[in-house]
Structure formats: C-alpha cells, structure tokens
Nanobody, 115 residues
C-alpha cells in the first residue's frame, strides 16, 4: 500500500504561483510514474502533468509553459510548480502514482485562484 500526501494548495491571485508537493510512502519510488490530476467543480478529473521514474515529463496543453513537474527520488516526493495561475486552474489537485497495473491516489489539495 502506498500513501500519497499532498500539500501546498491554497488561495492565490491570478498571475501568482504555488508549489504543490506530494510525499509518497512507496518503496521503489523511482519505479513509479507520478502524475498530478485536477478536478474542478462540476467537471471531470483531468491529467495535468506526468513524470516517469527517469524524470521525463509531459503536460496537458492547458498548462504547458506555466507548470513544471519534478521529482526527488531520494526524498520520495513529486512537485508541481504552478506559475501564471489563471482562474480556470482552480481545482482540487490530486497526486497519482502508478506502477504497472497498480495505482494510488492522494486525498487532494485545493487550489483557489481568485482576486
């Protein structure tokens, strides 16, 4: 069983920045592909960014150039640096870990973008 604990959410003004963190209790953390998803009120959960164990990232088109996903395999943590935030980025952000057919979700952290 892997536990994922997100932190770093909060209220930010449009154009501002936040850094989300996800601490994983996984053995062999570096083997997991890690991702951030988000779910806005009334909408489906969507992939924001994903990073392989080797550090190769990919992003949803809506966040390219603004968000950066990274990982620290020594400390079993994945990050999401979010810059130039827009009101449409407001959502609950979830950390996700997958290894083969096994996957885990964090409990989510709220990001609110409002002036």
């Amino acid at each position: 069983q892997v536990q994922l604990v997100e932190s770093g959410g909060g209220l930010v003004q449009p154009g501002g920045s936040l850094r989300l963190s996800c601490a994983a209790s996984a053995n062999s953390f570096s083997s997991y592909t890690m991702a951030w998803y988000r779910q806005a009120s009334g909408k489906q959960r969507e992939l924001v960014a994903r990073i392989t164990g080797g550090g190769a990232p990919n992003y949803a088109d809506s966040v390219k150039g603004r968000f950066t996903i990274s990982r620290d395999n020594t400390n079993n943590t994945v990050y999401l640096q979010m810059n130039s935030l827009k009101p449409e980025d407001a959502a609950v952000y979830y950390c996700y870990a997958v290894l083969s057919w096994i996957s885990y979700w964090g409990q989510g952290t709220q990001v609110t973008v409002s002036s």
